[in-house]
């Protein structure tokens, strides 16, 4: 597997891309900003974009979106939850902004539990309410791209519109502590980290 985290837009977002060794054919998550710089890896690379998932819809994660839709023909991919995120700035924070962001149709709307193939890569879909109502967690092997709902130490935010504390909680709890103590966790923002680490010592988990 190809894998390599690109930090992103002025919130600093995390993105990620993985691909298949041998046909190339890669998975972007998330598309905060700088689309350049994201296509140019792709190219020095040799990686073609098949698929763009979303952990969810806040601004900070889709503002590249439409530039990478145009320019590599892939599939956006969400939640069916959370597509109503795309187009509401009240929810996706774009605010006065929005009138000037492209933000094209999701191709696929997915559910939890669902498993997108590329290749010899399975793409799993963990549905994590409580950042947002459609947040998702992607697992892949024994790497999760967490999106905002897990950080190192932290959970995402859960005072936003339509935010809830114990779903977020519980989507934690009941969804990524089950998975085993060396699965690397990636997330929107910040350092990777595990789940045994967090197990051990996220305080919001204790």
Do not use: W
């Not at 006065?96 to 962001?101: H, I």
């Not at 309410?129 to 892949?140: A, D, E, K, M, Q």
């Not at 114990?166 to 934690?172: F, G, H, P």
């Amino acid at each position: 597997m190809i894998f390599h985290r690109f930090i992103l837009g002025d919130l600093v977002t995390n993105c990620y891309i993985i691909a298949d060794d041998e046909t190339k054919n890669a998975a972007l998550f998330d598309a905060p900003a700088n689309a350049e710089k994201i296509l140019d890896y792709a190219e020095k690379n040799g990686l073609n974009i098949k698929y763009i998932f979303l952990t969810h819809a806040h601004f900070d994660h889709i503002l590249a979106l439409n530039e990478l839709k145009e320019k590599t023909g892939a599939q956006i991919l969400l939640h069916e939850e959370e597509e109503k995120y795309l187009y509401d700035p009240e929810l996706n924070f774009l605010g006065e902004k929005a009138d000037s962001v492209v933000l094209p149709a999701a191709d696929k709307l997915l559910k939890d539990g669902d498993i997108i193939e590329l290749d010899h890569l399975s793409i799993k879909v963990i549905h994590t309410p409580g950042h947002t109502v459609g947040g998702v967690c992607y697992l892949i092997d024994n790497i999760l791209i967490s999106g905002d709902t897990l950080f190192s130490g932290a959970i995402g935010r859960f005072d936003f519109p339509l935010g809830s504390f114990d779903d977020e909680i519980r989507s934690i709890k009941e969804k990524l502590m089950v998975l085993d103590d060396e699965t690397k966790v990636y997330p929107g923002h910040g350092f990777s980290t595990t789940i045994g680490k967090q197990r051990k010592d996220n305080p919001y988990l204790i």
